[in-house]
């Protein structure tokens, strides 16, 4: 198993480009989310999925979007690129049989200039 | 806001000696997971307390939880070089099981 892949590993936007960073899992986990690592801030939660066609907010949901059309798969949509969204992105994912432990990928390193 | 608070931020110590770090939390739990970053990866998952736990014990791991502090703690036996890592908690609230809470992290350099 790959486990959890993120695409691209790094990526650098002008403000207010658009881009989709991928994240696909293959252990058939229905449950996916996406965090924002910034230094001295530790992971904070974008939007998470239970399901296909199911979606929800986190704590900072706000200029990101997200969709689950198949279980694979959990893009993240910035729609206007900003520079205070420069950061790490981690996809994540677990079995939704429990409150189980999440397994990560290695990120996506994002800078906005 | 973060849920979890670690502490120390930062920890320096040699090889063989042990490392604790410290979590408090702010609200009823259904459980409190710590993961492990090394440089430049994604987290991984080292051990997961339940709420009606007290303590647990994985190979030189050992995590104690008090639900009455809203604190745990996570010790690392007989560390070595390749323990040098960050160490974050998270929790898992019991009104919420969609939304896994992390903290800030506590970074730890262990010398040979």
């Known amino acids: 198993n790959a486990g959890v892949t993120q695409t691209p590993k790094f990526q650098v936007l002008k403000t207010g480009q658009s881009m989709t960073l991928q994240c696909a899992q293959d252990m058939n986990h229905e449950y996916m989310s996406w965090y924002r690592q910034d230094p001295g801030m530790g992971l904070r939660l974008i939007h998470y999925?239970?399901?296909?066609?199911?979606?929800d907010q986190g704590e900072v949901p706000n200029g990101y979007n997200v969709s689950r059309s198949t279980t694979e798969d959990f893009p993240l949509r910035l729609l206007s690129a900003a520079p205070s969204q420069t950061s790490v992105y981690f996809c994540a994912s677990r079995t939704t049989d429990g409150p189980l432990p999440l397994h990560f990928g290695n990120g996506t390193r994002l800078t906005v200039t | 806001s973060q849920q979890g608070e670690e502490d120390p931020q930062a920890l320096s110590i040699q090889e063989g000696e042990n490392a604790t770090m410290n979590c408090s939390y702010k609200t009823s739990i259904n459980n409190l997971q710590w993961y492990r970053q090394n440089s430049g990866r994604g987290l991984v998952h080292l051990i997961l307390?339940?709420?009606?736990?007290r303590e647990k014990h994985s190979g030189r791991l050992r995590v104690t939880l008090d639900t009455s502090k809203k604190s745990s703690s996570l010790l690392i036996t007989a560390s070595r070089a390749a323990d040098t890592a960050s160490y974050f908690c998270a929790t898992l609230s019991t009104d919420s099981w969609g939304k896994l809470q992390f903290g800030a992290g506590t970074q730890v350099v262990v010398t040979p």
């Open positions: 307390i339940r709420s009606n736990e």
């Open positions: 999925s239970v399901g296909a066609g199911i979606t």
